[in-house]
């Protein structure tokens, strides 16, 4: 089964609540993502593995993406 069956991909949103309707924006931002959620799935196999609790590890990537900061601000008025 495709993991996009059980997990689609997000419609990506403007900081005004409209969609991102650039093609190759939303075809970049789809990219990361499924970048993004193999290598979280590659990395929470490796903890069970090892031995970890998944319930606790599921919890330490959520505080880990809370806990990312970045210099670049929302601009509503983009293209």
């Given at each position: ?56 590890v ?22």
């Amino acid at each position: 089964m495709d993991s996009n069956d059980k997990n689609p991909l997000p419609r990506w949103l403007k900081p005004d609540g409209s969609p991102v309707s650039c093609t190759e924006k939303v075809m970049v931002l789809n990219e990361n993502y499924e970048e993004l959620r193999a290598m979280i799935r590659d990395a929470l196999e490796d903890a069970l593995v090892l031995g970890c609790s998944e319930k606790q590890v599921r919890a330490a990537f959520h505080t880990l993406i809370d806990s990312i900061e970045t210099d670049i601000k929302e601009n509503q008025h983009l293209p």
